[in-house]
């Protein structure tokens, strides 16, 4: 039975990894030290004796008692909301974090697999983003925290893979959703969805004319352990490329919540991307991936979700 380390393992994609390598037959290591994370998450996983919750900042060295042999490194907030509030614990996760743990991987020679991001293209000049496009990114805006930590991981695992000669991956994530968000997390599916629920005004950002593509978390899962799997060593960006506006999807989210909310408009965030749509030709061509979940069927089950949860 191969051991598997999923540092952010209590997060919203995180949580959903650990679920996947429990059924595949893995042993989990799940770290986290719930700045994001959230332990009802995984505590489905409580009596199951193949799953170790080990609280831990990342950030601070660690030593594990026993081998393992792939490290998934999710640690890190994700959202504009949790990197506004934690920009130097979000850059610290992303330099710090990102070495220590490679540290582990490279101790046990286990392979290593990188949760980066589509915000390392930034405002992109290129659409779609394939990953031979090097960005558009502010260092210094508020945003910067979030990419460039992403941008210093991804540089730090490929020199691990030149100098150690570590068996390293890197998945860039573009937008996903699916249950386990948090509700006040900031984007726009979990905001739109309780505030559709509620029926209370869906705010859009700028005039909502700014495009995000979206794929269900279990279809990036799978991407991300065929990733794992291969023997991919440049990144790879995961995401649907079925794009839409954001006006488009508030409204749709109102016809599948049945609500009575109104689209209400303030400004724009500083750095927001305006175009947002994965080239999954890479993927679909060494991974054999592509998304299978639609749109609809998606936040079905997302909205389910939030019904059952929302305050």
Known sequence: ????????????????????????GYRVLCLDNFITGQRVNVEHHDDDRNFTLIEHNITLPIHLKEHVDIVLHFASPASPVDYLNFPIQTLKVGSLGTHNALGVAKANNAVFLLASTSEVYGDPLVHPQTEEYWGNVNPIGPRGVYDEAKRFAEAITMAYHRVHKLDTKIVRIFNTYGPRMRLHDGRAIPNFI???????????????????????????????????????????NIGNPCEMTLCELAEFIKKLTLSKSKLVYKPLPKDDPRQRQPDISRAKDKLRWQPKIGLEEGLAATIEYFKNNIK
């Open 1 to 24: 039975m191969k051991t598997v380390l999923v540092t952010g393992g209590a997060g919203f994609i995180g949580s959903h990894l650990c679920d996947f390598c429990l059924k595949s």
């Open 194 to 236: 309780a505030q559709a629920l509620r029926n209370e005004s869906i705010t859009i950002y700028g005039n909502g004319s700014q495009t995000r593509s979206f794929c269900y978390v279990s279809d990036l899962v799978d991407g991300i352990l065929r990733l794992a799997n291969s023997d991919q060593h440049d990144p790879v």
